[in-house]
């Protein structure tokens, strides 16, 4: 027999790790001095150890080890052990594999633009929410600002207010009108009327980004999430909506702080079989405003 100390040289296996095996019970010793407390192992111990560091460096928890390592477990036991390891390996190499690929995206847009990007996109699941709203064709995106100043005197009735947002469900370009709902996130649920809808917004998976600045610049944050979504097998799934943390609509300085956020869907066709609505980039709107979707 050995001592720990020829034992942990022998084996390769540090001191403090056999002293822990033995301690949570996966390596008892073959003797250990009662009057010393000297630790002895024996060589047929060997295999047993070597069982524990292979399971270990499959990632298996102590408490999985040892019920591995119980005698009378049956072999179908351990086949859905392995197989269920096996599951949680390969989701393992997904997250890595998907995170190596938002490196080699960054990567590649710093080469591209000899610069750190200056948005980031998001992936958000967005729960129901609920919402009041006055929606109208308009001129202009500045008209924008008088359908809040509709909407929040509809709410000062009922003491309520909350988190301003716009819908854009058509832009347009020189010659046409655009569709837009201002929106207000309530908390609780008010009265409609005759210009204002109060009703739930679906859950949906967005694309989402902060832009932060007026509405001169704020184009280039849609073209960084038009490319996002392209380059990651999405399509557009719905209007885009512009939530307003700071500032509000028709921003002319450089304090505001406005949340985008694009609805969209995963493709199933690949790249060649896609429509050219889906595969267009996104174009320059006036005034800095987003695409019709």
Known sequence: MFRIG??????????KALRFYDEVGLLKPTLVDGVTGYRYYSANLLP???RILVLKDLGFSLDEIAS????????????EMLQVKQAELKSNVDRVQ??????????????????????EI???????????????????????AELFTELNRHL???????QHAAIWHACADKAERIDCEAVVFLNRCVPSSKRVAVYELPASINACLIHQGNDETITKAYVAAHSWIKTHSYAI???????????GVAKNDDSGLTEIRYPIQRLTAPPECRSTTEQEA?????????QSN
């Open 6 to 15: 020829d034992f942990s040289r022998f084996s390769q296996v540090s001191i």
């Open 122 to 144: 998001v992936l958000r699941q967005v729960a129901p929410q609920l919402v009041a709203a006055v929606r109208e064709s308009i001129a202009s995106y500045d008209e924008a």
């Open 68 to 79: 591995l390592l119980a005698d009378e477990l049956p072999v179908s036991k351990v086949r």
């Open 156 to 162: 000062k009735k009922y003491n309520a207010s909350g």
């Open 98 to 119: 998907a995170r190596l690929s938002k490196v080699e995206m960054w990567l590649g847009r710093i080469e591209q633009e000899g610069r750190v990007p200056n948005y």
């Open 282 to 290: 996104v174009a320059t709107w006036p005034s800095g405003n987003p």
């Open 237 to 247: 799934a719905g209007p885009l909506c512009e939530l307003y943390w700071q500032g």
């Open 48 to 50: 047993r150890l070597n």
